[in-house]
């Protein structure tokens, strides 16, 4: 009996537990949105938490406190990328991760180069340096790229079939406008490219030469908010070589 | 005149063969440069994020949110043991901070044979269960 009473309480304790650490949770004075106090995402089979920094007096005071850079190459982006590619923002990458991400339905690519990555990237992206959507589309990089999105390399298809696939695509049916000559990307995951924020064309590049790939702009999402805005709003970075995720100053 | 107009297309020709032959070249140049401004660009950054001044530590500390690892770094002495917990394993701590001091020492060394997390809290479990 005094067994059983002490493993009720046990639980009991775990229980108790849990409820403190929600109560924790709710209790953040930064949240990130008003109804999402942090979230967690895969990063490298890690669950990192995504928070702001707490402290209401922090500022920034590293390279992406700069405002000015020179332009060209780096040159206000506009809002609109390309057409029919979506531009999002924090609380919709949010929303992402709890759904497409964490379904395997959805990637998240920090579009910069190596030396830029290693300084930090967002918990649950993956890195493919523009470079790597740029060039020719038959380039071992560029095959590597759109298989990781998900994109199937197709056999050769015969004249009349790419005919009937292409009068599909104009009628709309049968996912028949996911498909190029070489490409399918019916099954292709959505995509949200970011690079280091509104100055920096690198995620730019890396969704225009998508598109030129045929991959569908329907699919493709472009967070031009970027390092830059995610560090201003305090969010937790990761640090690629540890995988150890850091609030950043 | 005839030789004029066929004058004036050699002259074309070379031209558009010129601008032919340098246009991969322009264009490539243009992308090196691009490349070299972006990775100038990064040095410039400098501070590599999460690295702080010995001044910002204390600050740092309380910004820093390790990941939850389904394993506690092997090695640690007794403190950095309980301190990872804390730190780490909110869950497991507040379980942890119920045992009495010798048995918090058995769950160390246990921690020493086995420092997969799940299992450090099994112990913790079975240690409260069984007092």
Not at chain 1, 66 to 78: L, V
Not at chain 1, 160 to 172: H, I, P
Request: aromatic content about 10%; overall charge negative; some cysteine.
């Amino acid at each position: 009996m005094k067994r059983f009473i002490t493993k009720i309480c046990a639980v009991a304790l775990f229980a108790s537990a849990g409820f403190l650490l929600t109560a924790n949770a709710v209790a953040l004075d930064v949240k990130l949105t008003d109804y999402l106090a942090y979230l967690e995402v895969d990063h490298d089979g890690e669950q990192v938490r995504i928070q702001r920094i707490q402290d209401t007096s922090n500022v920034l005071n590293d390279g992406f406190s700069k405002t000015s850079r020179k332009c060209p190459p780096f040159c206000i982006q506009p809002m609109k990328v390309a057409p029919g590619v979506a531009t999002v923002g924090e609380a919709e990458i949010f929303r992402f991760m709890e759904r497409e991400l964490a379904d395997g339905d959805g990637m998240i690519v920090d579009a910069r180069t190596v030396s830029w990555y290693k300084k930090g990237t967002i918990p649950g992206s993956v890195n493919i340096p523009f470079t790597e959507f740029v060039g020719e589309i038959e380039a071992p990089e560029t095959i590597k790229a759109l298989e990781q999105l998900g994109g199937v390399q197709r056999d050769e298809v015969s004249w009349v079939a790419r005919s009937f696939e292409k009068l599909m695509a104009a009628l709309g049916l049968f996912n028949a406008g996911q498909k190029t000559d070489a490409w399918d990307f019916s099954d292709a995951k959505q995509v949200v490219f970011w690079c280091n924020g509104p100055w920096c064309g690198q995620s730019p590049r890396a969704i225009d030469g998508l598109l030129s790939h045929g991959y569908p702009p329907e699919k493709v999402y472009y967070y031009r908010g970027g390092m830059q805005m995610w560090k201003v709003l305090g969010l937790t970075v990761v640090m690629p070589e540890s995988a150890e995720a850091v609030a950043m100053k | 005149m005839y030789q004029l107009k066929n004058l004036l297309w050699t002259f074309r020709a070379a031209v558009t063969g010129l601008a032919l032959c340098l246009c991969p070249g322009v264009t490539v140049h243009a992308a090196d440069d691009y490349l070299d401004a972006l990775e100038a660009e990064a040095d410039d950054t400098g501070i590599v994020s999460g690295s702080v001044s010995p001044a910002d530590a204390s600050q740092q500390n309380k910004t820093r949110h390790a990941p939850a690892s389904k394993v506690i770094e092997s090695g640690l002495s007794f403190d950095e043991f309980e301190e990872a917990l804390d730190t780490r394993y909110s869950g497991s701590n507040f379980l942890y901070i119920k045992l009495p001091k010798r048995e918090r020492k058995g769950v160390y060394r246990f921690y020493q044979n086995d420092n997969r997390i799940s299992s450090v809290r099994e112990e913790i479990v079975r240690l409260l269960s069984s007092g």
